[in-house]
């Protein structure tokens, strides 16, 4: 099992930069692959971009793709999401989550282990 804890949202103007992380408990962090989803209000939660346990593989939505980098120190434990060209339309809660899947898994359901969330705001 794996523990996930977010750290770094905020507020922060359009066209600006935030960098999340995700700091997981456990000695099996290296064998998850590690997505980040976001949840605004009264939308469900949707995919936003994943790294592979070996950080070999990264994907992304559509939405962010191009804006958007994963990336992972599996030595600290550590995954994060580098957000740049960030947009009003992106303010939501994020969430780091944890995967045994291989493959390119992009469901909620596809996870076992999630954070606690860490709130983005992106002012106009």
């Known amino acids: 099992q794996v523990q996930l804890v977010e750290s770094g949202g905020g507020l922060v103007q359009a066209g600006g930069a935030l960098r999340l992380s995700c700091t997981a408990s456990?000695?099996?962090?290296?064998?998850?692959?590690m997505g980040w989803f976001r949840q605004a209000p009264g939308k469900e939660r949707e995919f936003v971009g994943a790294?592979?346990?070996?950080?070999?593989?990264?994907y992304y939505a559509d939405s962010v793709k191009g804006r958007f980098t994963c990336s992972r120190d599996n030595a600290k434990n550590t995954v994060s999401l580098q957000m740049n060209s960030l947009k009003p339309e992106d303010t939501a809660v994020y969430y780091c989550a944890a995967t045994p899947l291989a493959g390119r898994p992009t469901r909620t359901t596809d996870y076992t282990n999630w954070g606690q969330g860490t709130q983005v705001t992106v002012s106009s």
């Open positions: 790294i592979s346990w070996s950080g070999d593989s990264r």
């Open positions: 456990g000695r099996t962090f290296s064998r998850y692959a």
